[in-house]
């Protein structure tokens, strides 16, 4: 199957800090990715829809200012989480979207385990 | 609204037993649906899907899972479990809007833990 990658794996930064994470579809391109946050044992909350070229559309509840995502290529998105606060610590995902036939595939980054302190 | 729901947050079960993870959802139009498995500190992996044509999907790792239109179930099963499949398992959908696809609905997902 399709393979997407993050980057960083794991990162620690202080509070009042930001911190930027990529998204890379290695072997397709992707005109939409999405990010995702997982909170301890719980289910994934989408966070926003990331389009190649466009802004990104974020879901409700969801600060734009917060998370800032760019996605200047068809095959990386960034979501940079700003002005870090221990309550951004959470497990972020990347999920980028695999459009060459339907129904369309999905596929998912290994993740990051973003710790603020 | 659209909705995927696991009904079992947690199953606990021993080595070489069977298991079977449910899963219901509803939608108001035709869906895709699928299993992923995650592993902790690990992003989520594909374990089967559902398109079309045969309701009885076989997956990776031993596992399959019946799509039932009648009862909106999608249920996860295998037939002997291994320590190794201890992990989250995510119900997902895709609604089918004809020219165009829904995002993925997750469901809250079912720990398995097998014991030995």
């Known amino acids: 199957g399709a393979v997407v990658s993050q980057h960083p794996s794991r990162v620690i930064c202080k509070s009042g800090t930001s911190v930027k994470i990529e998204c890379r579809s290695l072997d397709f391109q992707a005109t939409t990715m999405f990010w995702y946050r997982q909170f301890p044992k719980k289910s994934l909350m989408l966070m926003a829809t990331?389009?190649?070229?466009?802004?990104?559309?974020?879901e409700q509840g969801v600060e734009k200012d917060k998370f800032l995502i760019n996605h200047a290529s068809l095959t990386l998105s960034t979501l940079t989480v700003t002005s870090a606060h221990p309550e951004d610590s959470s497990f972020y995902i990347c999920?980028?979207?695999?459009?060459?036939?339907?129904?369309?595939?999905?596929?998912f980054g290994p993740g990051t385990r973003l710790t603020v302190t | 609204a659209q909705s995927v729901t696991q009904l079992d947050s947690q199953v606990p079960v021993f080595e070489e037993a069977p298991v079977e993870l449910r899963c219901n959802y509803s939608?108001?139009?035709?869906?895709?649906l699928f299993w992923y498995v995650q592993y902790p500190n690990q992003g989520l992996q594909l374990l089967l899907k559902?398109?079309?044509?045969?309701?009885l999907v076989k997956g990776i790792n031993g596992f399959e899972a019946e799509f039932n239109k009648s009862q909106t179930s999608f249920h996860l099963r295998k037939p002997s479990v291994h320590i190794s499949d201890t992990a989250e398992y995510f119900c997902?959908?895709?609604?089918?809007?004809?020219?165009?696809?829904?995002?993925?609905?997750f469901g809250k997902g079912t720990k398995l833990s097998v014991k030995p």
């Open positions: 559902y398109l079309s044509g045969s309701t």
């Open positions: 999920s980028a979207l695999a459009t060459r036939q339907l129904p369309y595939e999905q596929y």
């Open positions: 990331s389009n190649e070229g466009s802004k990104a559309t974020y």
């Open positions: 939608s108001s139009v035709s869906v895709y």
């Open positions: 997902a959908a895709r609604m089918n809007y004809g020219g165009s696809q829904g995002n993925l609905i």
